[in-house]
């Protein structure tokens, strides 16, 4: 069996493991090396969360404390990879998109596309997001499916230590800009993770419990959530299958597919705010695709639509938990035609 | 009461409006006969431009951004970049494209709408023209990052213009520049007018070429009509960049001749009387007159350069609007470095309909 780690272990070694491997992998970002240039910097403790932690003292001018100047060093990263390097840049937290945006999709995004297929752009965007911290409206969102929304990138969503370290380590590979979404409520979750850099290729689904009565689609932290509805509803004989996307762009659409064909159900379950989001995204294509094999109305289990709250029970109030998939489950399941 | 500290921006001019030298030339200009290559280009430049705006007017080109008037700035640090340094060029600096590399029938591709002008068979590393304003700056210390880390003595040189310094990538990027000592030389092109809102409504400083200051960057301020400024400033730059010295902010001063795009009508906003006084110190013909001088530049000279100018154009249009447009599924080439399935089979279904809808022109026709 392999050893157990947490999910921010895991970022840690596939990072670590990158740069050793090749060179050409920096990084950059906010308060990351933690101290460079100050006393104890080899003891750099690595950002907010620890996440980079030990790597300034392993791999020196390669781990880079960046001014708080989210254009410069995400648009820094997407020059530098097309001259060569392989950045892997940390947004801290996804809300501070606003300010780089346009580096992201206007431009990492168009390369490729825009300079005629001559420039390359690995670049690797972490950056940390989701609710459950009591980190308030700014610091709380789900944002993946803005990206997802932008042809030319690819968008990571990793539910678990193991899908983290091989995602992380295919992403760095990847020749294509990546935003990888690391969801802030999943960083002390431990897992078994072998020790060996290993890759886990995108657009393809992870699914985490088969069963024949419903689908449950969903990604990042919400597949915990729908993993234990899914064994609650076990109780009463209902077989919830669970999707875990792994990725959103690319998406496998053909396991979300093959899988309703086969139940005729569908739940999909999305931390983000349910306008224009993965939920809807995902009941779009079903109905467009696999319509005929409907036996009830898709039910999506999101986020209300409403900024995250900072009071606690709100907070917790808002996040999608449990109890809501299984309600959602069950009124597929009692639907009659 | 102490100064902590105090900056001041040096200002260069060789040449005046009439071509005369006002201070000794530096060594590089001393055989004027070394400036007729610049000359041709900046000439060579012009007629390009004329060549664009013209078949914009005909229908046979995108709109087009002149650059008359500028020639002297982008001839100028384009003449002492290196093949290993690489250019961020805005879209009026034809001309250090021109000498870096990138070729003509590439420049009217890319203003004709064809991403294939982008792809540099010269010059791979360089970036095509950036539209949007000011997003190319961080790119340009993301680039100059690359070389500093791998420690090889290139240079990068990131164009932009007077609107340009009021927006924060600009600012943001100087600022990395600064303080990571990244080798980029950033040239402001102050040609007066961003659109129709003139310097003066840009930005309360007495100069651009201050900003530079709030990153630690030295800075200085040059003739840009000035060919021999040009090229004396930027190549200090330049060579102080490669040697591991860091970044540096040169403003050139020069003036937008023509309109801000063939979709602008600059009539509308400035007057005749001021652009009239504007050419009168227009680059290309105050170096003509230095040459001419110096006695390296005859009437016969002038009329050769022109007829080889206009031949070398119109053979660049020729081969642009002879080349076949790209067929519907480029549209999802590039994308991706593999295209995923889904999109695969969207580009299948394009290809399908795109038959389709020949095949049905061709039944009609």
């Known amino acids: 069996m392999a050893r157990k780690i947490t999910f921010q272990q895991a970022v840690n070694e596939a990072l670590a493991q990158e740069m050793e491997r090749d060179e050409t992998v920096v990084l950059m970002g906010e308060d990351i090396a933690g101290g460079t240039g100050g006393e104890g910097e080899m003891d750099a403790w690595g950002g907010p969360l620890g996440i980079t932690k030990g790597l300034y003292s392993k791999f020196g001018d390669r781990v880079m404390d960046t001014p708080i100047s989210e254009s410069a060093f995400v648009g820094a990263a997407v020059g530098a990879a097309t001259a060569g390097l392989r950045p892997v840049v940390e947004l801290m937290f996804i809300d501070f998109m606003g300010v780089c945006f346009d580096q992201m999709f206007n431009q990492a995004a168009k390369f490729r596309y825009m300079f005629g297929g001559k420039a390359e752009t690995p670049v690797v965007v972490r950056t940390m997001f989701g609710a459950g911290l009591r980190a308030a409206a700014q610091h709380s969102q789900c944002l993946y499916p803005v990206f997802t929304h932008i042809p030319g990138l690819k968008v990571v969503v990793p539910a678990t230590p193991y899908d983290v370290k091989g995602l992380l380590i295919q992403s760095i590979r990847d020749n294509d800009p990546v935003i990888f979404c690391e969801h802030k409520m999943l960083y002390t979750l431990e897992g078994e993770v072998p020790e060996e850099p290993y890759t886990i290729p995108f657009g393809e689904a992870n699914i985490t419990r088969e069963g024949g009565d419903v689908t449950i689609v969903t990604l990042g932290r919400m597949v915990h959530i729908a993993n234990e509805a899914a064994t609650n509803l076990a109780k009463d004989g209902i077989e919830c299958e669970v999707i875990d996307l792994r990725t959103t762009s690319p998406m496998d659409q053909d396991s979300i597919l093959e899988s309703v064909e086969s139940t005729g159900r569908l739940v999909v379950l999305d931390e983000a705010t349910p306008r224009c989001n993965i939920a809807t995204d995902i009941s779009a294509l079903v109905c467009q695709e696999a319509f005929d094999a409907l036996k009830a109305p898709i039910r999506m289990v999101t986020a209300p639509h409403v900024p995250v709250p900072f009071n606690d029970t709100l907070e917790d109030l808002y996040i999608p938990d449990a109890a809501k998939v299984e309600t959602a489950v069950r009124a597929v399941m009692e639907h009659r035609q | ?365």
């Open chain 2, 1 to 365: 009461m102490s100064k902590p500290a105090a900056f001041d921006i040096p200002y260069t001019r060789f040449l005046d409006p009439e071509g005369r030298a006002i201070v000794p030339v530096p060594a590089f200009a001393q055989d004027a006969s070394a400036l007729i290559p610049d000359y041709r280009a900046m000439v060579l430049t012009r007629t390009y431009d004329a060549k664009a705006i013209a078949l914009q007017r005909t229908g046979r080109l995108g709109t087009y951004a002149s650059c008359l008037g500028q020639e002297a700035v982008s001839v100028g640090f384009g003449s002492v970049m290196q093949p290993g340094d690489v250019l961020l060029p805005t879209y009026r600096e034809p001309g250090a494209q021109l000498l870096h590399g990138v070729t003509l029938v590439e420049m009217f591709l890319c203003w004709g709408g064809d991403e294939r002008g982008h792809d540099f068979a010269g010059p791979r590393e360089d970036f095509p023209v950036c539209i949007p304003v000011a997003t190319q700056a961080p790119h340009a210390t993301g680039v100059a990052l690359a070389f500093k880390l791998r420690g090889e003595a290139r240079a990068v040189v990131c164009c932009f213009g007077d609107g340009a310094t009021s927006k924060g990538d600009i600012y943001e990027a100087l600022n990395l520049a600064g303080v990571w000592q990244l080798p980029v030389l950033f040239m402001i092109t102050n040609n007066q007018w961003a659109i129709s809102v003139p310097r003066e409504a840009q930005t309360a400083t007495a100069t651009l070429a201050q900003k530079a200051f709030a990153a630690g960057i030295p800075a200085e301020q040059v003739d840009g009509n000035d060919l021999i400024a040009m090229r004396h400033a930027a190549g200090q730059a330049l060579e102080k960049a490669r040697a591991g010295g860091g970044p540096h902010v040169i403003e050139a001063l020069t003036y937008r001749l023509g309109d801000h795009t063939t979709a602008d009508d600059a009539t509308r906003y400035r007057d005749d009387e001021s652009v009239s006084r504007h050419w009168k110190e227009e680059p290309i013909a105050r170096l003509r007159r230095y040459l001419a001088d110096a006695g390296v530049w005859s009437k016969g000279d002038e009329e050769a350069l022109i007829a080889a100018c206009a031949k070398e154009v119109d053979a660049a249009a020729e081969t642009y609007l002879a080349t076949p447009p790209e067929p519907p599924e480029a549209m999802f080439d590039h994308l991706y470095a593999t295209l995923p399935p889904s999109l695969a089979k969207q580009r299948a279904a394009l290809i399908e309909e795109a038959a389709a809808l020949i095949a049905e022109a061709k039944g009609n026709g």
